[in-house]
């Protein structure tokens, strides 16, 4: 027999942590042996009904304790407790003292609904709003697995060994095709270099131009990957203000930099999209310094209001963007699949590195081989548009949420693409006391400080809340806990 947590008034406080508290109360009695090998949990709907809690915190409980190993779902049967290692102490999972554990029939109550979860504790928020995660509700996995399984074979094993350390061919063609049909970029595929990530595109970059450029001027704020691989490589980085039009080419002028890092489909953190004005003075400054432009194309597919802006690359002819993209948010981070498009100019220096360093390709060759057939069938153009609506909708939600509960005591910027928004709140407290406040709600939100170089000191406080990974109808609800936490210090 074990002690359930006791049904309370289902007050905010009281909802907050009750997963933790599920969670824990079943992980300890499992471990104790309260809770025996094959002996069958209560539904979910069943023990949702006695503790007088949706069924939510519940089916977060069970899904860690799956997670962990501690239970196990049987189809059409239900919940049961699995057998754990011989032997298995306590302290093991818990990081404390066996001696100083409650026996494991003890009356004693559980922690109270109000109390802090345990900080070390893996548990997922129960409202993520990460800035960057997927939904993959959508994702086609049968497609891709017939896909994979006919390359996966004995006949095409020669996938196994390092492919061209430039990419797939077949799949730079792709590429090169759909850059220039949805983005608007001038790409051929002996310009496009594949790579496993955007770090390890840039450190080739980085080598390719280092002994001509000592210099890159960057947003301020801006995505850190650029600024610290290239400071890494011996670069002077320069953080370059944003104005509302994104980087001002004043400052750019005055910098000394002969390259700079930009992102006018969605500059981020900000999501500020570049009018075409600024971008062809960026194209001016380029071509004065006899430098170039990294355009970073985050969020340049996913736009939500009118068609999605054409990439700077592809404005003007010119020989002086060096395009950056990838497949992490329109089809999945884990495919590991990003490419560079050069200027033509720079192709011998790629391949001069190459013969001096003798790298292999970073990138998967089946995986690049499998989201070749998937361009080439159509099935990638079609996934983007059903992702575009599914996030739309998602964004549309979240705004609308957060105009509903916070009103006028917060702005919302940055929502028009990309998988996240900016909300700006004027509070006297510190970025990291909101966000503790939110954490304590089981909200997960990140704060923008982090991608200022020097955050400036004020009141007003920025922080990312993604849409893509977070469940539509856990949005609002999300949104709600946060302004009950925040709102006794807003402004």
Not at 406 to 414: E, I, M, N, P, W
Request: glycine fraction near 6%.
């Amino acid at each position: 027999m074990y002690i359930l947590p006791q049904p309370h008034d289902g007050s905010l406080a009281g909802r907050s942590y009750r997963y933790v508290e599920i969670y824990e109360m079943f992980k300890r009695e499992i471990i104790a042996g309260s809770l025996r090998e094959e002996q069958r949990l209560p539904s979910i709907r069943k023990l949702a009904e006695f503790l007088g809690i949706s069924t939510t915190p519940v089916e977060l409980a069970y899904q860690q304790l799956i997670a962990e190993g501690f239970i196990e779902s049987r189809p059409k049967r239900g919940y049961f407790v699995v057998k754990l290692p011989e032997p298995y102490p306590s302290f093991a999972l818990t990081g404390r003292n066996p001696e100083r554990e409650l026996p494991p029939h003890t009356d004693t109550p559980m922690p109270k609904p109000d109390s802090e979860p345990n900080p070390r504790s893996p548990l997922p928020p129960l409202y993520d709003f990460h800035l960057s995660k997927n939904d993959f509700s959508l994702f086609p996995f049968k497609i891709w697995k017939r896909l994979y399984n006919q390359l996966f074979r004995p006949e095409t094993a020669e996938l196994l060994f390092y492919g061209d350390a430039q990419g797939d061919p077949e799949l730079r063609r792709e590429v090169a095709e759909y850059l220039s049909r949805f983005r608007g970029v001038h790409a051929s595929p002996d310009r496009i270099i594949i790579g496993a990530e955007q770090h390890l595109l840039l450190l080739l970059l980085g080598q390719m131009l280092n002994a001509e450029i000592n210099a890159v001027a960057v947003e301020e704020p801006g995505y850190r990957i650029v600024p610290a691989t290239l400071a890494a490589l011996g670069f002077t980085v320069h953080p370059i203000p944003l104005d509302e039009h994104g980087l001002r080419p004043d400052l750019l002028r005055t910098s000394g930099a002969r390259i700079a890092s930009v992102s006018p489909s969605h500059q981020f953190p900000t999501g500020i999209i570049m009018p075409l004005s600024r971008r062809l003075e960026l194209l001016e400054w380029a071509k004065a310094v006899d430098g170039y432009l990294i355009e970073d194309d985050y969020g340049g597919e996913l736009r939500y209001q009118g068609k999605p802006v054409p990439a700077l690359q592809g404005l003007v002819p010119n020989d002086l963007v060096i395009y950056l993209g990838g497949f992490s948010q329109v089809l999945a981070p884990d495919l590991c699949i990003h490419y560079l498009v050069l200027p033509e100019h720079l192709v011998p220096r790629f391949h001069a590195l190459r013969r001096h360093t003798l790298f292999e390709a970073s990138a998967s060759g089946i995986h690049q081989r499998t989201l070749q057939r998937f361009m080439q069938e159509g099935h990638f153009e079609r996934h983007i548009r059903r992702m575009r609506n599914l996030y739309r909708k998602k964004n549309r939600q979240l705004v609308a949420s957060l105009t509903n509960h916070f009103g006028k005591r917060a702005a919302v910027t940055g929502d028009s693409a990309g998988l996240h928004l900016l909300l700006s709140v004027k509070s006297s407290l510190p970025e990291k006391e909101l966000l503790r406040l939110a954490q304590e709600a089981g909200v997960r939100i990140a704060s923008a400080a982090f991608y200022w170089n020097a955050p400036p000191e004020t009141e007003q406080k920025s922080f990312m809340l993604g849409f893509g990974g977070i469940a539509m109808e856990r949005i609002d609800e999300g949104v709600s806990r946060l302004y009950q936490a925040w709102s006794p210090y807003l402004h």
